[in-house]
């Protein structure tokens, strides 16, 4: 088999990998939430004081569209609007107790994930495998 097919073969399988891994996240208390929604959960935790022009820069998506989402969000009990002090025409988005419990879920899935690929590679797999994702992830 020529390498050009083995790659394609190789991208096939991480994808379906990755897919399952995807699934395996939303399994549990978090199979209730979509991965767009973990995700934006993630930005806003990992984010203090962002708001939604600031996602829809980021992600690159229209800020109506994050608007939606997050005020899905914001009907579940998971994100609060903070108005600003010091410009009441802005709004900070920050994780309810609820948001917060979320996120140490989903911390705890991805933590249970990479215990599952660590029992099968080495650490030099391991490294390598970083820098080919990282190589491979320089590709425009």
Do not use: W
Request: a positive charge; aromatic letters at 4%; hydrophobic letters at 40%.
């Amino acid at each position: 088999m020529n390498q050009e097919l083995e790659l394609v073969e190789s991208i096939d399988k991480l994808n379906e990998i990755m897919q399952k891994l995807q699934k395996d996240i939303l399994t549990g208390q978090l199979k209730e939430y979509t991965l767009r929604q973990l995700y934006y959960i993630e930005l806003i935790h990992k984010n203090e004081d962002i708001n939604v022009s600031e996602i829809s820069k980021s992600i690159d998506l229209k800020k109506s569209t994050v608007s939606i989402a997050i005020n899905q969000l914001i009907n579940l009990g998971i994100v609060n609007k903070i108005q600003s002090t010091d410009d009441k025409r802005f709004y900070f988005l920050k994780l309810t107790s609820k948001g917060n419990e979320i996120i140490k879920m989903h911390k705890q899935a991805h933590k249970n994930t990479i215990k599952k690929m660590l029992k099968i590679l080495n650490p030099e797999e391991v490294e390598n495998f970083i820098k080919i994702v990282d190589k491979i992830a320089t590709i425009k």
